[in-house]
């Protein structure tokens, strides 16, 4: 990473600098942008992990004068280009700080969830309802650092913007609202409020996307924690297995498509492009549900056909993301459970054809 020289900003008459992370008055300037500033090198080092190192050159080049005047008839096309390119940085900032809030990296979320923040008010003037899944990002990770009252007010301001502008349970994020919620009451230890409103969340998604979608899988993922702190294990088992059900069909289909698409590309070097299909945000949810039912499974002796599937899931998902030996570990695992449980006749011819397809790639893998 190119690091930064900062230095102390020349602030012009009436115009005063924000920090991205904390608001307060800021004293130092990335300068390869010149777009954000911070309070202290401590934030600036926060901002540059949690997101600015993925966007910082972008953001140069959206924001450089333009080398020359620009014809009006050439003004719409190019107010276009901006706004496009400015949504296209939305969408990394949201992407980068839900993968940070999946992986438990709190502090990293909120310099992420800024930043796309910002550039929602440059493009709409107003907070509007297009923000609301930054707030929600926010409100999580602010749950997740024990800050209860702050995370409170951005759920409140995701509320408040749903009401305002008409928000459309139709949208595509409708449903997150009622799964931030949840994690609110279960924090609260309102475990029975935190189920119901799993019960929209699910509702919604399922209305959105079907029953069976990665998108409705969070909310039996949650509703089956609930449900292990109230201290029942079936009910609790039986929405892990929905869990593994739906993503080993996502990471099944992905993994097929992949291999299909390797096999027409007979150039060796191509494989050691990391490609795959799932974006940052998902890679990093489908890590966190599947390993924590893979702890948990395990921690009880389970030997079951889910278990299985799980490994499975597993092996598929590593495979996408280019970690081949981690893929062939539980691949294995799936196959010394079924062996041992005597079933899955299907799964195991599955498992046979993906182990000999994954196998040869190992030497093409550059994270080995
Ligand atoms: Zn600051
Ligand atoms: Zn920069």
Redesign the pocket.
């Known amino acids: 990473m190119e690091t930064k020289q900062i230095y102390p900003l020349a602030i012009p008459k009436g115009k005063t600098h924000k ?1 991205i ?4 008055l ?1 004293w130092i300037m990335c300068q390869t942008c010149r777009t954000v500033s ?3 090198k401590e ?1 600036q080092e926060l901002d540059q992990r949690g997101i600015h190192q993925l966007i910082c050159t972008t953001l140069r080049d959206l924001y450089a004068e333009p080398k020359r005047v620009i014809r009006k008839s050439e003004k719409e096309r190019f107010l276009k280009k901006l706004l496009d390119a400015k949504l296209k940085i939305i969408n990394v900032c949201l992407l980068r700080a839900q993968k940070n809030l999946f992986e438990g990296n709190y502090q990293l979320v909120k310099p992420a969830a800024f930043q796309s923040m910002r550039l929602y008010k440059e493009i709409y003037k107003t907070q509007s309802a297009n923000a609301i899944p930054a707030f929600l990002v926010l409100a999580e990770a602010l749950f997740g650092l024990d800050r209860l009252q702050e995370a409170c007010n951005y759920l409140s301001f995701a509320i408040e913007c749903r009401v305002k502008s008409l928000y459309n349970w139709k949208s595509p994020n409708s449903y997150k609202v009622y799964r931030t919620l949840a994690k609110m009451y279960l924090v609260k230890e309102e475990y029975q409020l935190s189920i119901e409103s799993l019960a929209e969340d699910i509702y919604f998604a399922s209305e959105l996307y079907g029953t069976q979608a990665i998108q409705t899988s969070g909310g039996y993922y949650n509703m089956a924690n609930v449900y292990f702190y109230l201290g029942k294990p079936t009910l609790t088992n039986s929405l892990y297995k929905k869990v593994v059900d739906i993503w080993y069909k996502f990471l099944k289909d992905m993994s097929d498509k992949k291999l299909a698409e390797d096999e027409e590309d007979d150039n060796p070097l191509s494989q050691t492009i990391p490609f795959h299909g799932l974006d940052e945000a998902q890679a990093a949810e489908a890590k966190l549900y599947l390993k924590s039912i893979y702890e948990w499974w395990q921690a009880s002796k389970s030997n079951h056909m889910h278990f299985a599937k799980l490994c499975l899931g597993l092996a598929f998902l590593y495979f996408l993301i280019l970690e081949t030996k981690e893929a062939q570990h539980y691949a294995t695992e799936a196959k010394e459970i079924l062996q041992k449980i005597k079933g899955g006749k299907e799964m195991l011819k599955e498992i046979r054809i993906f182990l000999k397809t994954v196998m040869p790639r190992e030497r093409f893998n550059p994270n080995i």
């Open positions: 920090c992370v904390c608001n307060r800021a911070y309070c202290n934030h």
